[in-house]
């Protein structure tokens, strides 16, 4: 057992070592959508999740790829959907195949839709078709354009010890907005430790890990974010048909204060998922809540998610997520 906490540690010291080395200073950073939640489970628990044992199927991709390597069946499958502010909207897609001699393999698209806009300039004198609008400006219209993001990504976990398992996804990513675009390439990387202390379960996981992108002529980092975590049922136990798990998360993100979050999920007959959360260290976000079902359909097991989310300026968001096991 202490042979394995060592190995544990020593991981997450190297995180923390290479993470804070480099990118202590807060600045600027792209692809900010990398760090919106996926999952409607984890978005109703506070968005913790890197530590819930029982999250092997697809959604793991996004929550912590090292849950991975315990699948809940072969084959998993993930399609979520989530309104967010300003009209715009959130869209993802996994599937995952666990290979029982090899590990867990992993397919994903993380894609968000900036919605369109109309695109104007200013008019030429030889031009005769102008708008004009209340502040005496004078410019033409050339229809709308578009503004969109998206992330692919394979993903491999593997349970290296009963206890200790590890995961990773590759990415490529790519944002554009008309005819304009930034891409880039980058890693997460996870790992989580069933410490043999009751259910107590610890873990760690590196977001967006890459090296700077550009934009036009502007540089800017990736959205790096460490993630510290620890679970453990105060009642019950994953494998019964009742239990509550409590969640508590540290998030050190590259630019912006550190956060704390916390997620309690309560189970009942095996069916229903009552969930609630609160993240600290927000000006503007803190309590999240949400529901899932457990149900079975032509032999194959599902799990239908939703969450709400608040914001004290921008409303609320909710998101949809379906995840099935075959």
């Known amino acids: 057992m202490y042979k394995h906490i060592k190995i544990f540690m020593i991981a997450v010291l190297g995180f923390v070592v290479l993470y804070g080395a480099e990118y202590q200073t807060t600045g600027t950073t792209g692809f900010v959508f990398l760090n919106l939640p996926v999952s409607a489970r984890s978005i109703a628990l506070g968005q913790t999740g890197i530590t819930l044992q029982n999250s092997g199927g697809a959604e793991a991709i996004f929550i912590n790829p090292a849950l991975m390597a315990e699948p809940l069946n072969d084959n998993a499958l993930m399609l979520s959907y989530g309104e967010w502010y300003a009209e715009t909207n959130h869209q993802a897609l996994a599937f995952v195949h666990h290979n029982r001699f ?3 393999f992993g397919i994903s698209l993380n894609y968000f ?9 200013n008019f030429l004198p030889e031009e005769v078709l102008l708008l004009q609008d209340g502040d005496n400006n004078v ?8 503004a ?3 992330a692919v990504g394979l993903s ?20 554009s907005i008309d005819k304009y675009y930034a891409e880039n390439l980058a890693l997460d990387l996870g790992f989580m430790y069933e410490t043999g202390f009751k259910s107590l379960r610890v873990g760690t996981f590196l977001k967006n890990f890459g090296l700077e992108s550009e934009y036009v002529s502007e540089r800017f980092k990736m959205p790096q974010v460490l993630t510290l975590g620890l679970s453990a049922e105060v009642y019950g136990a994953l494998d019964k ?9 540290a998030v050190h993100p590259n630019d912006s204060p550190e956060h704390i979050h916390l997620g309690l999920e309560s189970k009942i007959a095996g069916l229903l998922m009552l969930r609630g959360g609160y993240k600290l260290g927000y000006e503007t976000e ?4 949400g529901l899932g ?15 709400y989310m608040n914001h004290d300026y921008l409303g609320h968001t909710m998101r949809y997520t379906l995840t099935a096991g075959f």
């Open 102 to 104: 090899i590990g867990s």
């Open 113 to 121: 839709d900036f919605g369109s806009m109309e695109k104007t300039r």
């Open 139 to 146: 410019y033409i219209s050339e229809g709308n354009y578009s």
């Open 148 to 150: 969109a993001a998206m």
């Open 156 to 175: 491999y976990g593997r349970q290296m010890t009963q206890a200790f398992k590890f995961g990773l996804t590759a990415k490529y990513i790519r944002e």
């Open 241 to 249: 048909p009742n239990y509550v798990t409590l969640l508590a998360e």
């Open 286 to 289: 803190a309590l999240t809540g």
């Open 293 to 307: 079902i457990d149900f079975d359909f032509k032999a194959q097991r599902y799990r239908l998610d939703v969450s």
